[in-house]
């Protein structure tokens, strides 16, 4: 008896009722929708295809042919990594996954069907949404999309971070490198400090009379002491954090010009990144299962929108609780949810949740640092039930195997994604 044969039967047995088992469907297998190939929905995409061997009809909808890593990418603007080694195509998916390369341009969540910019139209049964952030209009006074040629985010990896890896090495000597810091809550909390350090690096080397800027509208922020500590021992007096009380919540920019007004006092500046208020993926807003936040808030046991039953929302554009938004956490919900999905539409046997999350950061070659937490679901929320950070006082030779081991990490995470 075939594999889906045996699916079937369980399934319809187990419900009491051939017609009680409305996904699977005579004309064929039940359909599985994921937009966005990220580390959410490639690893979706691939667990849905691997797992259920055949008994899901999975398509994957993505944007852009190649996907390069945010995660990392500070690393190239450091000058410790090449740009190549940041992108990844989908040639190994695997089989069981049908990749179109489109944009997704609307939801029907009463038809169930996505319409891609290209025209067609695909029905599902279970649809899972993954398409990262975008930025919050308005969120820094005198930004928008159209300044970022001049003001770059690089906060969703391509040409914005080379634009901005540019800008850093042809800085005048001694000029201002100026960072706008997002509010909570954001993708990848230590990534604009990470960030600063890399940048500091460069500097360091190619134009050590430089100054980095950081205007912050938080109190505090992540591994805080551990990059303090970094930019004192190896930056020392080239980076200045400026608090909110010190203006850092009060700025506006003017990108003609190239200043920053920090409390109505106007800075010309020599690069300036401004990395914006977020909220989810544009697709997720469109399908309505976003709220008054911006973020899409989930059922902490699988990742299912608390909105519709037929849809899961994974990763950066999730609202689930404790975990930061970062692939680590991405590709951790991603199988959770996969897990549900074919339970639900197959039968299969689905176990409690369980997640976990890493963040490794570099403050030098060679000194990386990590911040972790394992997650479980509580009615209310993904909550932390056990972390970890490094510590300000570790030896050298323990920060070289921290950073090594975020090495072993991005390979392994890129294979899981990617194939
Ligand atoms: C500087 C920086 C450093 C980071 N470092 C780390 C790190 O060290 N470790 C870590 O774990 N995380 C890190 N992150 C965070 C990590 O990159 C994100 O959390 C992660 O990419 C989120 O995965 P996702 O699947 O939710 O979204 P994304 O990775 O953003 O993927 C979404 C995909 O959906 C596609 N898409 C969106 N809308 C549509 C549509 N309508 N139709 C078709 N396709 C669509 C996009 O093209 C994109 O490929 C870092 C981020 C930054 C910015």
Redesign the pocket.
Known sequence: MSLNRRIFLRTTLATGALLAAPMVRAQGKPRVVV???????ATAARYLAKDSEGALDVTL????PV?T??????LYIGGLRDFESLQHGYGKIGAGVTVIHD??TAVDRAARTVTLAGGQVLPYDRLVL????DFKEGSVRGWSLDAAEIMPHA?KAGPQTQLLKAMVESMPQGGTFAMVAPPTPY??PP?PYE?VSMVAHVLKQTNPTAKILILDPKEKFSKQTLFEDGWGKYYNGMVEWISPELGGADVEVRPDTMEIVVEGAAQKVDVCNVIPGQVA?R?AALAGVTDETGWAPVHPQNMKSKLDENVYV????SAQGDMP????A?NSQAKSASMAIRGELTGSKVFPAKYSNS??SLLAPDDGIKLGASYEPTPEKIASVESFISATDEDAALRKATYEESLGWYAGITADVFG
């Open positions: 937009i966005g190939g990220g580390p959410g929905g909808i993505e944007a852009n996907y890593t945010c995660f990392f990418s500070n944009m997704v993954s398409p990262g952030i906060y993708r990848c990534g960030r993926g697709i994974l990763g950066d554009s938004k970062s692939a680590f991405a963040c490794w």
